[in-house]
T-cell receptor
Framework: KNEVEQSPQNLTAQEGEFITINCSYSVGISALHWLQQHPGGGIVSLFM???GKKKHGRLIATINIQEKHSSLHITASHPRDSAVYIC?????????????????FGQGTILTVHP | EAQVTQNPRYLITVTGKKLTVTCSQNMNHEYMSWYRQDPGLGLRQIYY???????DKGDVPEGYKVSRKEKRNFPLILESPSPNQTSLYFCASSLSRAGGGYTFGSGTRLTVV
């Protein structure tokens, strides 16, 4: 079992739909990151979360530390939102040794939004 | 502009010919790391550095070397590249091991023939 699991792996939506991508993790973390990777490869950091909820434009990210779960929501989706969304967790200090501070990545969710 | 600069963007080389991928950040970040991204395997850490002259292995260090002589630079060295090192490589930096957001370089697509 991977330490970071994302679902779904693939997601197709029509423009305007509300989208949710989920991330579950099994390790102790100090922070969770949501990343976006467009075709062509570059990776952009969308959010860093250690508790609660953050919002940026049409994007909302939430985290539940007790349940070890995070969600990324996109409201009023648009074709330009088509990308791979990656959840990554930063290991907590009590992870021990060389794991402390390390980023562990989910497999990514491929999102396609059709006009 | 705060950024991580990675070069080259694309590289095709032959087996055994030493190469270096450069990575430089202008944010005075302490923590820098290298990742490779492969289909079906996602992103995996190769090496990381917590500060100048402090480096350590990640999950897939075999066949790679790194150095951190200056805070801003963290080059990835392939002494004798092999076809299984064909991949998309990313450098990233963060304020410290303990916290801060990550900034990623634009990636290097390496093909070893």
């Amino acid at each position: 079992k991977n330490e970071v699991e994302q679902s779904p792996q693939n997601l197709t939506a029509q423009e305007g739909e509300f989208i949710t991508i989920n991330c579950s993790y099994s390790v102790g973390i100090s922070a969770l990151h949501w990343l976006q990777q467009h075709p062509g490869g570059g990776i952009v950091s969308l959010f860093m979360l250690s508790s609660g909820k953050k919002k940026h434009g049409r994007l909302i990210a939430t985290i539940n530390i007790q349940e070890k779960h995070s969600s990324l929501h996109i409201t009023a989706s648009h074709p330009r939102d088509s990308a791979v969304y990656i959840c990554a967790v930063r290991n907590a200090p009590n992870a021990g040794g060389t794991s402390y501070g390390k980023l562990t990545f989910g497999q990514g969710t491929i999102l396609t939004v059709h006009p | 502009e705060a950024q991580v600069t990675q070069n080259p963007r694309y590289l095709i080389t032959v087996t055994g010919k030493k190469l270096t991928v450069t990575c430089s950040q202008n944010m005075n970040h302490e923590y820098m790391s290298w990742y490779r991204q492969d289909p079906g395997l996602g992103l995996r850490q190769i090496y990381y550095s917590m500060n100048v002259e402090v480096t350590d292995k990640g999950d897939v260090p075999e066949g790679y070397k790194v150095s951190r002589k200056e805070k801003r630079n963290f080059p990835l060295i392939l002494e004798s590249p092999s076809p299984n090192q064909t991949s998309l490589y990313f450098c990233a930096s963060s304020l410290s091991r303990a916290g801060g957001g990550y900034t990623f370089g634009s990636g290097t697509r390496l093909t070893v023939v």
